[in-house]
């Protein structure tokens, strides 16, 4: 149903301001949430209709690659064709910056990539949203694919095809709303590394397993018909201390940037042990993903699942956020259920994460979740896990398959060409003779850019991944 003329020329007056003092993405926002709310081909149609200057078009027309003058059809008449062309020319109007160059308009939160917007509460009214609509993002799209599922080339072709942004609300489910998105800067030590890693051109990450399944110290409470577990430690500590030092000199002889532990599978003695290693050995090796194991809270019987990450002298990487320096950790979101036959069903009991933090670095944004938080497809505010735009994506995790894990991974990497490495492991003893059995070796690195010989060591592999020429290029 088409919207009345006096709906249409308020929304204009909204829009139109904010193109001529070149805010586009605010522009952008409002006429992306029209698109995706309302009747695309009319509000595709509201911009060729209205205002927009002939120098203006001419310019925008060379640069999406149509013929302005001559009798070509110009950017109007592409518009026309194509509802997608009314984001298409304000996401152009927004000229992707380059790194470390400053931009203009002030709500961007990184690069223009991810744009938070609060939509004012007359255009909410205007176009009848949901309540859930005010808060809202627009996040880039990092995939070169047209609808077609071919490679488009990179650049403005591809604009005709899909455009580059999300428009995602905030979501309806209050149980998520207090997710956060935090992105934020690495510090000194793990930025050179990663300067490093850019200049060759490639990056090896291992993925680790162990070959001896984690004996948990646990305690188990009956709620009802669930049982809740947490880990207090591992009966097998020593032993998993030796086998992750056994890992990092593996990795560190063949060359690996990055290494992967699994999910609670690194208890802080084991990670101590870790983190010697690296100081003392200067491995070369630019990150180490830490597992992750349950830690305490402080008057409470829950416990949070934490990954920890580390620097390659085996410090905490340190974080450049908004308020204040702190380490790079992450918060596990979903706890893991256990279903036995016979016994009540075996529950985390987890208090869970509010927050994934993007760390901008010279090879693109990298960020960490763990286990279900991508089985799961996790909602963080208003943006999916796989709508972020980030270039690596950490995922530790213990499951008996990596199935789900997978594909989602194939999800992600469609949408924003993200290498997603996951170490799995897929044995372990919970104690009350609970355990999980899976095959082994179930730990994988996704993504096209993904060389596709990987070399096979015990209880590992390594994954040569080659990267783009720059983190700018998905975007220019």
């Not at 007056?13 to 709310?37: F, K, M």
């Not at 509000?43 to 209205?50: D, F, S």
Request: with cysteine; hydrophobic share 45%.
């Amino acid at each position: 149903m088409m919207p009345p003329d006096n709906q249409l020329e308020a929304l204009w007056s909204i829009v139109e301001p904010l193109v001529r003092a070149d805010l586009h993405a605010e522009a952008l926002c409002y006429a992306g949430l029209a698109i995706a709310w309302r009747d695309t081909s009319y509000y595709a149609k509201l911009l060729c209709e209205r205002g927009v200057s002939e120098s203006s078009v001419q310019y925008d027309a060379k640069l999406i690659g149509t013929e302005f003058d001559g009798g070509g059809p110009g950017l109007l008449e592409l518009v026309r064709k194509s509802p997608l062309g009314l984001l298409s020319w304000l996401d152009q109007r927004l000229a992707s910056p380059v790194i470390g160059a400053p931009h203009t308009y002030s709500n961007t939160v990184y690069l223009g990539d991810v744009i938070p917007c609060k939509i004012r509460p007359d255009v909410a009214r205007l176009l009848d949203f949901p309540a859930f609509w005010v808060n809202a993002y627009l996040v880039r799209r990092r995939g070169d694919r047209d609808k077609q599922g071919r490679i488009a080339q990179q650049g403005l072709s591809q604009h005709r095809f899909t455009p580059r942004w999300f428009v995602m609300p905030d979501t309806p489910d209050p149980s998520q709303r207090a997710r956060k998105i935090e992105i934020v800067s690495a510090e000194s030590t793990f930025r050179y590394a990663c300067q490093e890693i850019q200049a060759r051109g490639r990056m090896n990450i291992y993925v680790a397993e162990f070959a001896v399944p984690p004996e948990f110290a646990s305690t188990f409470s009956v709620v009802g018909e669930n049982q809740y577990w947490a880990a207090q430690g591992l009966h097998n500590e020593a032993l998993i201390a030796a086998d992750a030092v056994a890992h990092v000199r593996r990795a560190a002889s063949v060359g690996a940037d990055v290494l992967i532990f699994p999910e609670l599978t690194i208890p802080p003695l084991v990670r101590d042990a870790i983190a010697n290693e690296l100081s003392s050995s200067r491995t070369g090796i630019a990150l180490v993903v830490a597992g992750s194991f349950h830690e305490a809270i402080a008057g409470s019987v829950q416990v949070r699942n934490i990954s920890h990450l580390l620097d390659g002298l085996g410090n905490p990487v340190k974080l450049r956020a908004p308020s204040a320096s702190r380490n790079w950790t992450h918060d596990k979101f979903n706890p893991v259920r256990l279903a036995h036959p016979g016994a009540p069903l075996l529950q985390e009991d987890l208090h869970a994460g509010n927050l994934i933090t993007l760390v901008n670095t010279p090879i693109g944004l990298q960020s960490i979740i763990t286990c279900l938080d991508l089985a799961q497809s996790a909602v963080i505010s208003s943006v999916r896990v796989e709508y972020l735009p980030q270039q690596f994506l950490w995922i530790p995790s213990m499951s008996e398959s990596v199935s789900a894990h997978r594909d989602h991974a194939k999800t992600i990497h469609l949408n924003h060409a993200t290498v997603i490495a996951c170490a799995n492991q897929a044995q372990a003893n919970f104690g009350n003779d609970i355990a999980i059995r899976g095959d082994a070796m179930g730990s994988f690195v996704h993504g096209a850019q993904t060389n596709q010989t990987t070399t096979a060591l015990e209880f590992a592999k390594l994954f040569v991944v080659t990267l783009q020429s720059s983190p700018t290029s998905a975007y220019a």
